[in-house]
């Protein structure tokens, strides 16, 4: 089967999309909306952008009963957790001071808190990462705290794991080759025989306007489950006005050191209506403030990358 090639001219500048850098953007940016198979380039450098293929997982199953509980609630999620809304139930509560974009301190015994955080959203790494400093405590390179703690359940859904990996290097096999290469310098801090290092969970996650850093070459692979309905959560890179619609058992590559975010996701009444009679599978208390995390449906995404700082790790 021939998959189509598509080159697109660059319509928005890196510089233009600095200054809504962490900002919400609307369907009004989807020029091309991608929904078959594809491979897309850019017109003038013929840089890879993305490659999308419909309907190619069949280990979907593995992930939602293994990883659907995986996704915690984070408030570091920089850019991409949007701008600080301070009418919002999570930040009423507090006493803000120093708010920019999407950052903010709020008073702790009648002080600015030392650190800076984003709005909280369910949003987790499992799988490995690279040393750190937190709170003056040096970490090493390691499983994650979270992975750790849900060993049995990360094992048992590798299957999915394994299943984007095979069709990561089918896709695009010189860059599943390269980072391969990269992630094999370090076994010890890679997924079995995988490109991957570590896969961030989101759940009911609009990511606003950012680029991913920390990670190796700048390719990762989204996919995503689902539970009840649900519209919306495009893909959009607006720098080419691509828009993606990411359904179960799709994959997506795409080279995530270009800007990019999530669209709106919405229901209808009548989807609500019918998503309120499903099974409630996740329990959150709503004064918590989690963004999306009250929601009858779920939209749990996957992006799948190799950390690029493990290449120091003894």
Known sequence: MTIKQIYLPKIISDDELDKVNGEFLHDGFILHDITSDCDIYDIDTKQFICSFRKKRLTTSQYAWDNYKYLSVAARGRGASAGPIDPTSQYWKKRQLVNTRGYSTSYLVNGKPSKMRVNNQVNSTPIGFFDATKSLGINKPCRLSYHTAQNLKLYEAGKPYLHDLNRWYKKIRPHEHSVQLQRANIKKDFKIDHTAYSTITINRNFRTALHKDKGDYGGIATLSCIEYGEYNGGIFLIPAYGIGVDIRQDDILIADVHQYHC?????????????????????????EVGTIGAYEDYARISFVSYLREKLINCV
């Open 262 to 286: 999530n669209t709106e996701i919405w229901v209808t009444p009548e989807q609500a209506e019918r998503n309120a009679k499903l099974e409630k599978v996740f329990q959150a208390n709503p």
